[in-house]
């Protein structure tokens, strides 16, 4: 019985997939039937021997145009195309062949198209440069050739072309600032970088509390970078320059001095000169525009490429591991460099004493040991690294203050050297009243 039962079921299913099978023949026969006779269509337009290859384009691309093209005569000097739909590469054939079509019937008459643009809903490059080439060739025939409406991303198309005539916009006239507020925005200006200032300053004694803690934290790799660069490429324009500030006070002086009878006392003006002002200022006056500058130049470029934000990301505290290291390197040579600047000094005066005032070595070198005393070689490494520990500290804090690109590094850069140049001489000039206080 149960045969009996799905016998029927299964030959009706066996039916139904007899008579779609049919069905699915049927239309494939019919789509293949409808391509065939477009294909055949196209290969007899090829095929034709009378045609030439735009004839045979122009036919192909009036089959595949699928964007609308309405020429409305407005009057008999101007024109208007209604271009609507969808533009693309694919319709490239077709839009070629009517702007053609349109090329070579154009009557002299004719002085301007507009090319409407509203019902467009899509135009590619490619597309949008034919219409560029047909308006330049209306051009060459003294026909004007605008474009008109089109949505958003359509005129944006057509801006990026060059297809609209871009209105020059006129500057807004500066208006002139008055002395008050250009005393206000100083004001402001000076109290946004005190807060700065205080700030820097305020971490840089967290981190300098954490790096004693911890001192593995600091990065000595850059403290001895920091004295080869600031210190030992900095050693020959140092020497020569302190060379030449002992020889010409020595040369000056030598005059005015002999003509007192004293020219045994140069030994004194250069020895005592040389160790307790120009030896530390110059020095310090040659690492702030070679180091200093090139301290606050770095870490301001740091700074904008947010390779300071990366070092933080990393687990790197700035300070510790930028600031610290170019103090530390900074403080360390200043001695040395002061010590060689006060010897080349003293000798550049020495030569000029030999030469000028018939004054021989030995007898300038007894006179300096007894004119230059100990504390003077003293005050004088203590103000060289007070000095190089201030160029360092202005030059980072300015370098890390760095925003607004390029130009915030070389105001910043400019900044530092102008700060570090002014707080130079204030600190000399304390020095040397501090000095006279105590009798030094």
Avoid at 228 to 236: C, K, V
Avoid at 264 to 293: F, K, N, Q
Wanted: net charge positive; hydrophobic share 50%.
């Amino acid at each position: 019985m149960r045969h009996t039962q799905w016998l029927p079921l299964a030959s009706a299913r066996e039916n139904r997939a007899e008579r779609s099978g049919g069905a699915a023949q049927i239309v494939s026969a019919r789509v293949q039937t409808t391509k065939e006779r477009h294909l055949s269509m196209v290969d007899e337009t090829f095929d034709r021997p009378s045609l030439v290859f735009d004839e045979r384009l122009s036919l192909v691309a009036g089959m595949l145009q699928r964007f609308t093209w309405e020429r409305d005569e407005l009057s008999p000097s101007r024109t208007r195309i209604q271009l609507g739909g969808q533009i693309t590469i694919d319709d490239a054939a077709a839009l070629w062949k009517r702007i053609s079509e349109t090329l070579t019937h154009i009557d002299e008459a004719l002085q301007g198209i507009e090319v409407e643009l509203s019902q467009v809903e899509r135009i590619d490059g490619a597309c949008m440069a034919l219409l560029l080439q047909f308006r330049t060739d209306l051009g060459q025939r003294k026909v004007r050739c605008e474009f008109a409406g089109g949505s958003k991303e359509v005129r944006r198309i057509v801006d990026l072309y060059g297809g609209r005539k871009k209105i020059r916009q006129t500057r807004a006239k500066r208006r002139p600032v008055s002395a008050v507020a250009q005393v206000g925005d100083a004001t402001l200006n000076v109290i946004e970088e005190a807060k700065q200032i205080l700030d820097f300053l305020g971490r840089l004694v967290v981190s300098t509390l954490h790096v004693a803690r911890h001192p593995k934290s600091l990065n000595l790799r850059d403290v001895g970078l920091t004295i080869e660069r600031a210190g030992a490429d900095a050693a020959p324009i140092v020497l020569l320059i302190n060379f030449l500030i002992g020889f010409v006070m020595a040369y000056q002086s030598a005059a005015q001095l002999k003509q007192f009878g004293a020219s045994i006392y140069v030994a004194d003006l250069v020895g005592v000169s040389m160790t307790r002002e120009l030896g530390p200022l110059m020095m310090a006056i040659i690492i702030c525009g070679r180091s200093g500058a090139a301290f606050a130049a770095e870490l301001g470029t740091m700074k904008v490429s947010e390779e300071v934000d990366a070092l933080r990301t990393l687990g790197f505290l700035p300070l510790p591991f930028l600031v610290i290291p170019r103090m530390v390197g900074l403080i360390l040579l200043a001695p040395v460099l002061v010590l060689m600047a006060d010897a080349i000094g003293i000798c550049g005066g020495a030569l000029v004493a030999s030469l000028t005032l018939d004054i021989t070595p030995v007898s300038f070198l007894i006179q300096l040991q007894s004119a230059v005393k100990a504390s003077d070689i003293v005050s004088g490494i203590i103000k060289g690294m007070v000095f190089c520990s201030a160029i360092a500290l202005i030059s980072c804090q300015q370098g890390l203050a760095t925003s607004g690109g390029a130009e915030g590094v070389g105001r910043r850069t400019t900044s530092a050297v102008v700060g570090i140049l002014f707080t130079l001489i204030l600190l000399d000039a304390l020095f040397t009243v501090l000095l006279g206080v105590f009798g030094i």
